[in-house]
Each structure stands twice: as structure tokens, then as C-alpha cells.
Nanobody, 122 residues
Framework: VQLQASGGGLVQAGGPLRLSCAAS????????MGWFRRAPGKEREFVAA???????YYVDSMKGRFTISRDNAKNMVYLQMNSLKPEDAAVYYC?????????????????WGQGTLVTVSS
């Protein structure tokens, strides 16, 4: 499984940004997908996830601002981020895994993309 994240960039605080992740795998629909992020000087943290039967998971602080979705026909997963804050600035990584338990735990994910940088100006 290869993952390619894109869509990062510079955005003003309060603005939106949509991240995309393209997966090269034949059975994409059977994988659960997640987004994680790592800010400078901080550990990687869970952002959002969607499993193969379309249940979604979010960090409480991001509920209502971030939306994860997937398009199985295109082998894509998206993270729509609205009302961005300076503290959302980080490198965002998409990840994939079989199964659908412990969706917020990074060690459960087997495959990782290269990351895309999100910068939020205040």
C-alpha cells in the first residue's frame, strides 16, 4: 500500500483547507484510513479516522471543524478542515490499516504517507 498526501499549504486563521490522500491498493475499500499530525516539538497525534464501513472518529477538539471522508471508487480519503487555528499547524499524515478497532491509535496503522505541511497564519 502506498499513500500520497497532498493539499497542505499556507492558510489564514479561520480559513478552510482540504487535504487529500491517494492510496495505491486494489482493495482500498477494505482498509480503515486515518489522519494524524505532528506539530514542531510535539508528538504525533490522532486527528480523524474512517473505517471500512464508514464510521468516523475525531479528536473532541476537532469535532465540528474537521470532516473525514472517503471515495472508494477513486481510492481517496479527504480531510476537510474549517475554522483553522494557528495550533492546527503541523505536518499531516494519512495512514491505512486493515481492521477497525483502536482507530485512534497510531501503532495500529501499517501504512503511512509522506505527510503534507499545513501552516496557519494568525
Amino acid at each position: 500500500v502506498q499513500l500520497q498526501a497532498s493539499g497542505g499549504g499556507l492558510v489564514q486563521a479561520g480559513g478552510p483547507l482540504r487535504l487529500s490522500c491517494a492510496a495505491s491498493v486494489r482493495t482500498f475499500s477494505s482498509y480503515s484510513m486515518g489522519w494524524f499530525r505532528r506539530a514542531p516539538g510535539k508528538e504525533r497525534e490522532f486527528v480523524a479516522a474512517i473505517n471500512w464501513y464508514l464510521s468516523t472518529y475525531y479528536v473532541d477538539s476537532m469535532k465540528g471543524r474537521f470532516t473525514i471522508s472517503r471515495d472508494n471508487a477513486k481510492n481517496m480519503v479527504y480531510l476537510q478542515m474549517n475554522s483553522l487555528k494557528p495550533e492546527d499547524a503541523a505536518v499531516y499524515y494519512c495512514a491505512a490499516r486493515p481492521g477497525a478497532v483502536r482507530m485512534t491509535v497510531s501503532s495500529e496503522y501499517e501504512y503511512w504517507g509522506q505527510g503534507t505541511l499545513v501552516t496557519v497564519s494568525s
